[in-house]
Antibody, heavy 121, light 108 residues
Framework: EVQLVESGGGLEQPGKSLRLSCAAS????????MHWVRQAPGKGLEWVSG????????GYADSVKGRFTISRDNAKNSLYLQMNSLRAEDTALYYC??????????????WGQGTLVTVSS | EIVLTQSPGTLSLSPGERATLSCRAS???????LAWYQQKPGQAPRLLIY???SRATGIPDRFSGSGSGTDFTLTISRLEPEDFAVYYC?????????FGRGTKVEIK
């Protein structure tokens, strides 16, 4: 059974940093692209960033480009999101998601339960 | 960036009725890269349809997807009580994924 468990969320001040982690199990991690998707309270879904199986292809939403960095450690079956220069509008539930295949253009067939990031002074 | 417009915003129907949800793209989208998700309150989204018309693993056949170019449709042939939820379309293009704003299917 695929399991994706996010951690690292919490309350942080504007301008500060947070690092999210996602521990994956139940599948061969380095066979699949991975993504972060966020959902602000009461709002819709927003893709944040994605990384293909070998970190050779990485993409970011315009709203986070230059501030967030996605990475993965295939040896540890883990996905990360380094979030710098946080803004109030980054407040959201952040989901770790698994792609259907190795390349980044496949949709997301498994989702974690999310970790909540709140940016407020 | 391709913008996805979903309509209607809310669909009020009764169990057993047919639901037709629309997703219109601001420019042509490859059918390969069009997907639909279902999200229930307090839960993570679930992939329903990928490649515009292929059902994901475990998805009942009352869910079907169709369309091409800029117009895509998710159809639920006969609504079951567990189908009342929010539905999102999603597309991939120019190295970006974007979602529509969602259609809420509520009990009439």
């Amino acid at each position: 059974e695929v399991q994706l468990v996010e951690s690292g969320g919490g309350l942080e001040q504007p301008g500060k940093s947070l690092r999210l982690s996602c521990a994956a199990s139940g599948f061969t991690f380095d066979d699949y692209a991975m993504h972060w998707v966020r959902q602000a309270p009461g709002k819709g879904l927003e893709w944040v960033s994605g990384i293909n199986w070998n970190s050779g292809s990485i993409g970011y939403a315009d709203s986070v480009k230059g501030r967030f960095t996605i990475s993965r450690d295939n040896a540890k079956n883990s996905l990360y999101l380094q979030m710098n220069s946080l803004r109030a509008e980054d407040t959201a539930l952040y989901y770790c998601t698994k792609g259907l295949a190795a390349a980044s253009w496949y949709p997301f067939d498994s989702w974690g339960q999310g970790t909540l990031v709140t940016v407020s002074s | 960036e391709i913008v996805l417009t979903q309509s209607p915003g809310t669909l009020s129907l009764s169990p057993g009725e047919r639901a037709t949800l629309s997703c219109r793209a601001s420019q042509s989208v490859s059918s390969t890269n069009l997907a639909w998700y279902q999200q229930k309150p307090g839960q993570a989204p679930r992939l329903l349809i990928y490649g515009a018309s292929s059902r994901a693993t475990g998805i009942p056949d009352r869910f079907s997807g169709s369309g091409s170019g800029t117009d895509f449709t998710l159809t639920i042939s006969r609504l079951e009580p567990e189908d009342f939820a929010v539905y999102y379309c999603q597309q991939y293009g120019s190295s970006l994924w974007t979602f529509g704003r969602g259609t809420k299917v509520e009990i009439k």
